[in-house]
């Protein structure tokens, strides 16, 4: 089983990030979960890509990356853009 529905799309505020949540509830394990949220909402975001934080590589804090939480419920993925403006 799993299911997911959408619980945000697009900017929080003027010239913020993009984003996208989905809440899923799934009996998969998180690996197989982290594997379909990416082939199906992943827009594009290789397996691993995590915030860039402290990088010394130029562009890297414009890079998309994507979170995967479980919860009581189930799971919560979210894809983030940077914004470039």
């Not at 594997?35 to 860039?52: H, I, Q, S, Y």
């Not at 130029?58 to 939480?69: S, T």
């Amino acid at each position: 089983m799993f299911e997911a529905k959408q619980t945000r799309c697009g900017q929080l505020h003027r010239y913020g990030d993009s984003a996208w949540s989905y809440d899923i509830v799934s009996d998969l394990s998180f690996d197989e979960v982290e594997d379909m949220c990416l082939a199906e909402f992943g827009r594009g975001v290789k397996k691993g890509a995590t915030k860039a934080v402290h990088s010394n590589e130029w562009g890297a804090c414009f890079a998309p990356y994507y979170e995967l939480a479980q919860t009581a419920a189930g799971f919560v993925f979210t894809v983030t853009q940077p914004s470039t403006h």
